[in-house]
Every structure is written in structure tokens, then in C-alpha cells.
């Protein structure tokens, strides 16, 4: 089947630094990455939509310049919190689908904690 | 607007017994649906989707599913429920020309041994 990895799968950051999150698709090829975010004890919010070799679709309300989502290849996507927050504090899970649009793939989710 | 609904924040049910586990969707069109379960602290594993066709559905770890276009619900079943089975459930959708799934907001299961 599709796997879906992320890396790290837990950040500790001190406030004001800068987090990068990597996921790779490991055999297959992800024209399409999705980065949710997902607060304790809640739903999946889906943060944006990247394509790869083109900027990335946010979704309404969320930070373009805080959250840098880079996809440039078929197999990695990464998100980069800028300047983190303790409010930046989450759970982010990435999924991909491998061109077709039935189902997302997705990874195992990354624990970030600012302090 | 589109949604997906799980009215049932949180379920307990005694080891053996039968669950049912509802979802229901508002689209202008059917829908694909998925159920997901996630493991604390864990990613999402898909249990089972419909797209089209046969409306009753078997997924793994002896999950089914039911897509009922009259109710506009997708609810999930497992006739014996096990202790490895307590974990948090979505049911989500997708709908052509969206191109993002649309999530519930999940149903707890807790299992009482």
C-alpha cells in the first residue's frame, strides 16, 4: 500500500524559532500533499493544498508567512512554522494522494511543543 | 455548505458487544466517504471508503459500512467489539471538485473490558 512518512514524529522548539517538518511519500509518486493540523481532542483542519512545483493553497485564516509549505518534488512536502508560538503548539499530519482523487494517504502526524 | 456530522462525541461499549458508529453528510451530490481510526498520538488509518455501487462496505479489522443516499448517513459497524478497538473515529467525505476531504469531528470509543 501508499506509505506516508513525516519526520520528525516529535519537535520540542524554544518560542521564536523556526520548525521544518518533511513529508515524503515512500512509493509513490504525490502530485498532491495536504497539511492538516489537529488540536487535542479535535477534528483534522486541513491548513493548506500543495501541488508540486507550484505555491501552495491556503486555506481561509491561515498564515501564509507562518506556515511555509514547500513541495518540490513528487515525493516531499515540507512545512516550516516560522517564528513558533506555544499557540503553534499541535498535532500536524500531511497526507497525499497519488493522482487521482479517491483517497488521501496519510502520515503518522508530527507532535510540535514550543515552550 | 458541505459537512460531514458524527453526532456522537463519545461511545463506550462493553468488550463483545455490537457498535454502530453514525455519520451523516450534507452535499449537493453523493459524496465519497471514508472512516478513519486514529491511535492516540497516531496518523490516521483508513478503515473502509465507498465510492459507488454495492452500499454496504467491508473494511478491515472487521469494520462495514452502509451508505443509505435516503438518510444521507455512512455509519460504521462491527458486530464484536474489541479492546484494541477504543481509539478515536472520522468519518470524512470528498466530493468532486472540491479537492479536500471534509472530516467529522470524531467519535471516542472507549471499550470496557
Known amino acids: 500500500g501508499a506509505v506516508v512518512s513525516q519526520h520528525p514524529s516529535r519537535v520540542i522548539c524554544k518560542s521564536g524559532t523556526s520548525v521544518k517538518i518533511e513529508c515524503r511519500s515512500l512509493?509513490?509518486?504525490?502530485?498532491?500533499m495536504f497539511w492538516y493540523r489537529q488540536f487535542p481532542k479535535q477534528s483534522l483542519m486541513l491548513m493548506a493544498t500543495?501541488?508540486?512545483?507550484?505555491?501552495?493553497?491556503?486555506e481561509q485564516g491561515v498564515e501564509k508567512d507562518k506556515f511555509l509549505i514547500n513541495h518540490a518534488s513528487l515525493t516531499l512536502s515540507t512545512l516550516t512554522v516560522t517564528s513558533a508560538h506555544p499557540e503553534d503548539s499541535s498535532f500536524y499530519i500531511c497526507?497525499?494522494?497519488?493522482?487521482?482523487?479517491?483517497?488521501?494517504?496519510f502520515g503518522p502526524g508530527t507532535r510540535l511543543t514550543v515552550l | 455548505a458541505q459537512s460531514v456530522t458524527q453526532p456522537d462525541i463519545h461511545i463506550t461499549v462493553s468488550e463483545g458487544a455490537s457498535l454502530e458508529l453514525r455519520c451523516n453528510y450534507s452535499?449537493?451530490?453523493?459524496?465519497?466517504l471514508f472512516w478513519y481510526v486514529q491511535s492516540p498520538g497516531q496518523g490516521l488509518q483508513l478503515l473502509l471508503k465507498?465510492?459507488?455501487?454495492?452500499?454496504l462496505v467491508q473494511g478491515i479489522k472487521g469494520f462495514e459500512a452502509e451508505f443509505k443516499r435516503s438518510q444521507s448517513s455512512f455509519n460504521l459497524r462491527k458486530p464484536s467489539v474489541h479492546w484494541s478497538d477504543a481509539a478515536e473515529y472520522f468519518c470524512?467525505?470528498?466530493?468532486?471538485?472540491?479537492?479536500?476531504?471534509?472530516f467529522g469531528t470524531g467519535t471516542r470509543l472507549k471499550v470496557l473490558a
Open positions: 470524512a467525505a470528498w466530493a468532486s471538485g472540491t479537492y479536500k476531504y471534509i
Open positions: 465507498y465510492f459507488s455501487g454495492d452500499t
Open positions: 452535499y449537493g451530490a453523493t459524496p465519497y
Open positions: 512509493d509513490f509518486q504525490a502530485t498532491t
Open positions: 497526507s497525499a494522494t497519488a493522482g487521482g482523487w479517491d483517497e488521501q494517504f
Open positions: 500543495s501541488n508540486e512545483g507550484s505555491k501552495a493553497t491556503y
